[in-house]
């Protein structure tokens, strides 16, 4: 079976849901944070006490990776190891290599994260989701079981978006 792409989980679903929980990872201590069953529950935990979910029942560590993994799949926050050219670089590593000196630490807030975060107008938003698509592409240091060649899944969209509108379609049904 071919493997699927998903990206923020179907959890997360609305990106406005992203960056108030990214506001709230940051403030309450999980920037830098955020591994451990402990932790990861807490965060599911932080996320209902702070109106971002609402759920019955405990919190779980399963859906605090979940958001973890939204937020490191969008590029808003560090990962722990990145597989570059077959070679597992730590992120301190790569990242002093790449010229961010402010990340050290897995799940640590990039300069994305940060900016999303700041953001205060739609316009800003968008930008910030915009280059955050457009840069993603498959395979990638963190999803690398996918056949040989790479794409850029937004681009795609955007292109069979084009296909359709000269194809004279009004949209996607």
């Known amino acids: ?14 990106p406005k849901r992203i960056e108030n929980a990214l506001s709230v990872f940051a403030s309450e201590g999980f920037s830098g944070n955020a591994k451990g069953s402990e932790q990861e529950a807490r965060l599911h935990e932080v996320f209902k006490e702070k109106s971002i979910l609402d759920f019955e029942g ?6 605090g990776r979940k958001w973890r993994a939204a937020f490191y799949q969008l590029g808003f926050i560090s990962y722990e190891k990145y597989n570059i050219n077959g070679h597992n670089i730590d ?5 002093q290599t790449i010229g961010e000196q402010n990340i050290k630490l897995p799940y640590q807030l990039s300069e994305a994260g940060i900016d999303l975060i700041n953001a205060k107008t739609i316009p800003e938003i968008d930008d910030i989701y915009t ?5 993603y592409e498959l395979p990638n240091s963190l999803e690398t079981g996918f056949p040989k060649g790479k794409m850029k899944p ?4 955007l292109q069979v978006l084009n296909c359709l509108q000269t194809k004279g379609y009004a949209g996607l049904n």
């Not at 079976?1 to 609305?14: A, D, K």
């Not at 937004?154 to 969209?157: A, N, Q, R, V």
């Open 131 to 135: 280059r955050q698509f457009a840069c």
């Open 91 to 95: 992120v301190q590593k790569l990242f």
């Open 58 to 63: 405990a919190a779980s560590d399963f859906n």
């Open 154 to 157: 937004f681009i795609l969209f």
């Open 1 to 14: 079976m071919p493997n699927v792409w998903n990206i923020g989980n179907t959890t997360v679903r609305n």
